[in-house]
């Protein structure tokens, strides 16, 4: 969405500083922010500045956490970042701040299938 970062993530909910502020940790965007020349109030978009794949992944992750839902649907939130950062959303947010909710995620990233509940081959 042409839009700021802030303004993507919260997209029509009402602003609360604290869950936005943990949704950037869990979205794993706090470095992304340090080096956006306005943090979360950057443009980004057709009107604004380019951001990377695995930026715009987690953007979009941030916005699903900000959202609060018992479901989340994800379309492999994993493929798009690097390892380190992967092994972190695994376990910080999918299976932490996400804990008790359902995740539907496709994904070819195998090495997690130890730690879901269930697998769907197809």
């Known amino acids: 969405m042409s839009s700021t970062v802030k303004e993507n993530i919260v997209f029509e909910s009402t602003f609360n500083e604290e869950k936005f502020n943990k949704v950037i940790y869990h979205a794993s965007l ?3 922010l340090k080096i956006l020349p306005f943090g979360v109030e950057t443009e980004i978009g ?3 500045i380019n951001i990377s ?3 715009k992944t987690r953007i979009a992750l941030a916005r699903a956490l900000y959202s609060d839902r ?7 939130v994993l493929s798009a970042v690097d390892v380190h950062v992967g092994e972190f959303l695994m376990r910080e947010t999918l299976k932490g701040y996400l804990k008790g909710k359902t995740i539907i ?3 070819h990233a195998l090495k ?3 730690v879901v509940d269930e697998i769907i081959v197809m």
């Open 70 to 76: 018992d479901i989340y649907l994800l379309d492999d």
């Open 30 to 32: 706090e470095q992304d």
């Open 53 to 55: 794949g695995g930026q």
């Open 105 to 107: 995620m496709p994904t």
């Open 46 to 48: 057709e009107k604004g």
């Open 112 to 114: 997690f299938a130890e």
